[in-house]
């Protein structure tokens, strides 16, 4: 199926250091949402996305909808141990119509070191 | 309401029994999803339902898969006579705009 390119795939970082991944894709979207997914547990909605150029934040996490349509970036400020996880981004096609069904990206698993 | 409700959160069954999960969404949320997580990937889409119609389904899902609505309330998920390939983290997510929220997930282990 389709699939959002997400990077990096991994990250291993010191507790403080600002973190950053992105999403492209060759389709437009009209949705971009990031999730964080702990081990065992289902995702967690951290940021939606609703408009081209939309830049919005959430604490620590700043997020933005690329000019383009095809692109997401999220930001992670000042990290600290509990941020570990695996980020997804996911978003609906921009020709979805009524099934807001979600394309993902594979993750960005996170490690942070105290 | 504190959420999308997944019951049961783990199953462990044999090979060629039946099993059917349930998922009650966010009480206003119009829009119910099943999705299938493996290891290492991202959910993938099993099935769509708006109120209680099921309006549109994975090619992932095989004729063994069966998911109902039945008041455009709750959802169950049945797999009948399961396969190893089938073992997966099985997400519920309801919607009622364009923000989607997940369930705690049913991981289903086949032996």
């Known amino acids: 199926g389709q699939q959002l390119n997400q990077s990096p795939q991994s990250m291993f970082i010191q507790e403080g250091e600002d973190v950053s991944m992105n999403c492209t894709s060759s389709s437009i979207f009209n949705t971009w949402l990031w999730y964080k997914q702990d081990p065992g547990e289902g995702p967690v909605l951290l940021i939606a996305l609703y408009k081209a150029g939309e830049l919005t934040s959430n604490g620590r996490l700043t997020a933005q909808f690329g000019i383009t349509r095809k692109d997401s970036f999220l930001n992670i400020s000042a990290s600290i141990p509990s941020d570990v996880g695996i980020y997804f981004c996911a978003g609906h096609l921009g020709n979805a119509g009524n099934n807001r069904k979600l394309i993902w990206g594979l993750g960005t698993s996170l490690a942070v070191n105290p | 309401d504190t959420g999308v409700s997944q019951n049961p959160r783990h199953k462990i069954t044999k090979r060629g029994q039946n099993v059917t999960f349930r998922c009650d969404p966010i009480?206003?949320?119009?829009?119910l999803y099943w999705y299938r997580q493996t290891l290492g990937q991202g959910p993938e889409f099993l099935t769509y339902f708006q109120n209680e119609a099921q309006l549109e389904k994975s090619r992932l899902l095989s004729d063994r898969f069966s998911a109902e609505r039945p008041k455009g309330s709750f959802s169950t998920l049945e797999i009948q006579r399961t396969e190893q390939g089938d073992s997966a983290m099985y997400l519920c997510?309801?919607?009622?705009?364009?923000?989607?929220?997940f369930g705690q997930g049913t991981r289903l282990t086949v032996v």
């Open positions: 009480s206003e949320h119009n829009r």
């Open positions: 997510a309801s919607s009622l705009r364009r923000e989607t929220f």
